[in-house]
T-cell receptor
Framework: EAGVVQSPRYKIIEKKQPVAFWCNPISGHNTLYWYLQNLGQGPELLIRYENEEAVDDSQLPKDRFSAERLKGVDSTLKIQPAELGDSAVYLC??????????????FGEGSRLTVL | QKEVEQNSGPLSVPEGAIASLNCTYSDRVSQSFFWYRQYSGKSPELIMSIYSNGDKEDGRFTAQLNKASQYVSLLIRDSQPSDSATYLCAVCPGGDDKIIFGKGTRLHILP
C-alpha cells in the first residue's frame, strides 16, 4: 500500500513569490494534517481536515496561507507571498481518525521550503 | 505554558544501556499518547502508542503513562546505535483528532 505522497520534496523561491505543496494521503484515511517543522523543533499543526472540512485551522496564518482538500482526498497548501521566515519543512500526515480508533499519524516525506 | 514538554537533549547513552525519555503534558483530559522517532532529514514515524495508565511493552521499547502526574515516558532497552534519533512525544487532548507534538529529545547512542 502506498504511503502519504508529497510534492515537491524541495523548493527554493525568492521572498514574495508564491509556492504550493501537494499531498496525497493514504487511501481511506479521512483525516489529513498539515504541519510545519522548523529545525530542532517538533511539528506544529497548521490545519486539520476531516474529509473535505477544515475542522481546525486556528494556527494557519490566513493572511498568506491557504489550503484546500477538494473531494476529501488530495490537499494543497499554498503560501502567497512567501516570507523569509516561512523557510521550513512542511509535513503532510493522514490517519483513519476516530473512526479508526488509533489516532496514529502517517507522515509523508515532507516538502522543504527555502525562501531567499 | 507549552502543552507538551520534553527535554531537548542531547541525551547520550552507551550502547547496550537503557535510554529513558520523558514527557509532560498540560491538558488533564488528554486521552491518547504517542512516541514518534525521527531520523535526521526524515519524517516522524510512530513507534509506540499508549492509552491507559501503566506500562506497555513492544520489543525493546516500553511506554509508561501516569495520568495523575501528567507524565509519559519511553524506555529503550539494549540501546543500539540505530536508535540514535530525535524522539517526539505527541498527545491527543481528547474530543477530536488534534495531535500536539513536543519539541523532541535528541538521543545519541555511544558505540
Amino acid at each position: 500500500e502506498a504511503g502519504v505522497v508529497q510534492s515537491p520534496r524541495y523548493k527554493i523561491i525568492e521572498k514574495k513569490q508564491p509556492v504550493a505543496f501537494w499531498c496525497n494521503p493514504i487511501s481511506g484515511h479521512n483525516t489529513l494534517y498539515w504541519y510545519l517543522q522548523n529545525l530542532g523543533q517538533g511539528p506544529e499543526l497548521l490545519i486539520r481536515y476531516e474529509n473535505e472540512e477544515a475542522v481546525d485551522d486556528s494556527q494557519l496564518p490566513k493572511d498568506r496561507f491557504s489550503a484546500e482538500r477538494l473531494k476529501g482526498v488530495d490537499s494543497t497548501l499554498k503560501i502567497q507571498p512567501a516570507e523569509l521566515g516561512d523557510s521550513a519543512v512542511y509535513l503532510c500526515a493522514s490517519s483513519l481518525g476516530r473512526q479508526g480508533g488509533s489516532g496514529e499519524l502517517f507522515f509523508g516525506e515532507g516538502s522543504r521550503l527555502t525562501v531567499l | 505554558q507549552k502543552e507538551v514538554e520534553q527535554n531537548s537533549g542531547p541525551l547520550s547513552v552507551p550502547e547496550g544501556a537503557i535510554a529513558s525519555l520523558n514527557c509532560t503534558y498540560s491538558d488533564r483530559v488528554s486521552q491518547s499518547f504517542f512516541w514518534y522517532r525521527q531520523y535526521s532529514g526524515k519524517s516522524p514515524e510512530l513507534i509506540m502508542s499508549i492509552y491507559s495508565n501503566g506500562d506497555k511493552e513492544d520489543g525493546r521499547f516500553t511506554a509508561q503513562l501516569n495520568k495523575a502526574s501528567q507524565y509519559v515516558s519511553l524506555l529503550i532497552r539494549d540501546s543500539q546505535p540505530s536508535d540514535s534519533a530525535t524522539y517526539l512525544c505527541a498527545v491527543c487532548p481528547g474530543g477530536d483528532d488534534k495531535i500536539i507534538f513536543g519539541k523532541g529529545t535528541r538521543l545519541h547512542i555511544l558505540p
